[in-house]
């Protein structure tokens, strides 16, 4: 049995709660949706080599390269949610559920009299939805009460059939038969009333419906309307008989949200999600990923994610309470805004024991579960991105960093005269030339490699320092150990020895050389991490030659020129100033010359020229 690394991990950071478990091919397509009471037992058991699995499971087992997965509370709603993501995906090896069977809803529609009746097919026209029903029974008997008791039609039927007997639409006819008034239509504000009635019944908000219910009852049985009291009575028994909109969560009525947040200092990002409970039924869940987190505490980052929510476009209704799982910084503009929007205070709680506090402790465990999906996502992309040369080039030497940014320098004179030095970097093995630089020595007398090491090092970084540039995780320096216990020297002199890993390259033998290591590191000549500091010695030591040879030219030219007659300090700098540099003087026509320094001297010039070529 062939098991993805990448499964692998994932099975080892599930936890143990209900949820939905997808897995899915190489090319991302979902092979198979699964519930599970406890979600790490049940998905590991696929990939246990003792368990003697089918020949279909053992095929698709083979063919999963990543796992997804959704926790939720209790079974029940694992079961309505394989079902959903089931009837999404379509998946190639889920053989019970291809019966076309979906969980049912109650439908309140957006027209002028509003129809309410069951569907199992939502579309996004407006209406308003409610369910998913785990059990059709506890649905069926819900819409029957309703029809019974409050006179309106729960059928589905369109509102385009037309019943040609009575020559009406048939929603409308159907509507007349409940009302038992077959000349008229049910009156407007009576409808409209009942309709209310089982919009507050359907959102779960019935404490307050049933207190006006208990009243409109006493005062029907006080004026002897004893059947319209005996109506009324059984309009509270099917507030009773309602069940499962959404999964119960507290005993209370009040509507909170609950948020709960996990951060990952290390990887810098952070998951907040949100669970939306109403009435003591948890009827939606929210969740954002957050980056740019460096060194900011848990709260604040908390705090970013609730003022995002509540001020964009996700939040809806606001919630009597609101739950979180960090003390917030006080926020009077946040409250003051909450405040003003529910027209009464909004508190925010963080607790610590009790129902309210395993309410936050499901949005937490939420929040893990999906930031440590994300970390590993993360991780994947970046081993893939990072060449072997580089991970293997931390290896072989046992850096302490992973060297994805490396800054390599070397030296260039010509018996002393002309002294430079150049760096080059690397960033994940590619040579990135707009980072190059090249110094001027300007302290050392003489063919001083040592010194020029020296300088060059400490103009670098602690300009570095200074501006807080980006910092390099691996310095290079072109020699042995002579070369290597300079550079040391002088980054422990500026205080940056610790901030980056520092080798040095002999040519001589290719031999690697490390602070606090007597020998030298001999890594393979056919290796892809020797290769990569090679490439950059090598164009260290280019670009240093380019560079001198540059300067050297220049520098004879001028040494030329001021040994013609009539050519002296200012005269050269007059050229200099009009024509930019040395070698555009060399190609400049007589013609040109002569306006800068005039017609005698622009021809002895372009003779000299034409004899040193």
């Not at 936050?360 to 939420?366: D, E, I, K, L």
Request: charged share 30%; with cysteine; hydrophobic share 35%.
């Amino acid at each position: 049995m062939n098991i993805n690394e990448n499964v692998t991990l994932k099975v080892r950071n599930l936890p143990l709660k209900p949820g939905v478990y997808l897995f899915k091919s190489s090319d991302n397509k979902v092979l198979y949706v699964g519930k599970a009471k406890k979600l790490k037992n049940r998905v590991s058991s696929y990939f246990n080599q003792a368990r003697n699995h089918s020949p279909r499971i053992t095929i698709m087992v083979n063919k999963v390269a990543d796992l997804e997965v959704f926790v939720v509370d209790t079974e029940s709603e694992a079961l309505i949610l394989e079902n959903e993501l089931i009837k999404k995906h379509h998946p190639r090896y889920n053989v019970m559920y291809r019966d076309d069977k979906s969980y049912p809803y109650v439908c309140v529609t957006l027209e002028a009299r509003p129809r309410v009746f069951p569907t199992r097919t939502v579309v996004k026209d407006g209406s308003t939805y409610y369910g998913p029903y785990d059990h059709v029974g506890h649905m069926k008997r819900m819409l029957e009460v309703i029809r019974e008791n409050f006179d309106l039609c729960t059928c589905a039927v369109s509102d385009k059939s037309y019943d040609r007997t009575r020559n009406l639409p048939k929603w409308e006819s159907c509507v007349r038969n409940y009302f038992n008034h077959c000349s008229s239509e049910m009156p407007s504000d009576i409808y409209n009333d009942r309709l209310r009635a089982i919009k507050r019944i359907l959102d779960g908000k019935t404490i307050e419906l049933t207190k006006e219910l208990k009243e409109e009852m006493k005062i029907a049985s006080q004026n002897l309307s004893f059947e319209e009291a005996a109506k009324i009575r059984d309009r509270m028994i099917s507030i009773d008989k309602y069940s499962q909109k959404m999964k119960v969560v507290a005993n209370e009525d009040i509507n909170r949200d609950v948020f709960g947040l996990v951060a990952d200092e290390e990887n810098s990002i952070a998951c907040g999600v949100l669970l939306k409970v109403r009435e003591g039924k948890l009827i939606s869940k929210f969740h954002r990923f957050l980056k740019n987190i460096e060194g900011l505490e848990k709260s604040a980052i908390l705090q970013s994610f609730v003022e995002d929510y509540y001020t964009g476009m996700h939040a809806g209704a606001i919630p009597d309470e609101v739950y979180v799982s960090e003390e917030l910084p006080e926020n009077d503009l946040l409250l003051a805004y909450l405040n003003d929007e529910l027209g009464k205070k909004v508190y925010f709680h963080h607790p610590k024991i009790g129902e309210k506090a395993a309410l936050v402790g499901m949005a937490y465990q939420n929040a893990q579960l999906l930031l440590n999906e994300k970390i590993l996502e993360m991780m994947k992309a970046e081993g893939d991105r990072i060449p072997h040369s580089v991970k293997q080039l931390q290896k072989d030497l046992r850096l302490k960093r992973l060297p994805r940014r490396i800054e390599c320098f070397d030296n260039s004179n010509f018996q002393g005269t002309d002294p430079v030095a150049s760096m080059v970097c690397f960033v994940d093995g590619v040579a990135r030339k707009s980072e190059y630089k090249r110094y001027k020595i300007k302290t050392v007398e003489g063919p001083d490699d040592f010194a020029s090491m020296r300088e060059i090092l400490t103009r670098r970084y602690t300009r570095l320092m200074k501006e807080k540039g980006q910092i390099p995780d691996l310095i290079i320096v072109d020699g042995g150990k002579g070369q290597l216990s300079s550079a040391v020297e002088v980054l422990t002199n500026i205080g940056f020895i610790d901030q980056a890993d520092l080798i040095g390259l002999a040519k001589r033998l290719e031999e690697v050389f490390k602070p606090g290591y007597v020998d030298s590191f001999q890594i393979p000549k056919n290796s892809s991490s020797l290769k990569l500091i090679q490439r950059a010695r090598d164009e260290a030591h280019r670009f240093a030659i380019t560079f001198h040879r540059e300067r050297r030219k220049k520098r004879i030219f001028t040494s030329e020129l001021l040994d013609l007659a009539g050519i002296g300090e200012k005269t050269l700098q007059k050229l200099l100033t009009a024509f930019g540099s040395v070698k555009k003087i060399k190609e400049a026509d007589e013609e040109s010359l002569r306006k800068v320094v005039g017609p005698k001297l622009a021809k002895t010039l372009v003779e000299n020229f034409k004899q040193s070529s």
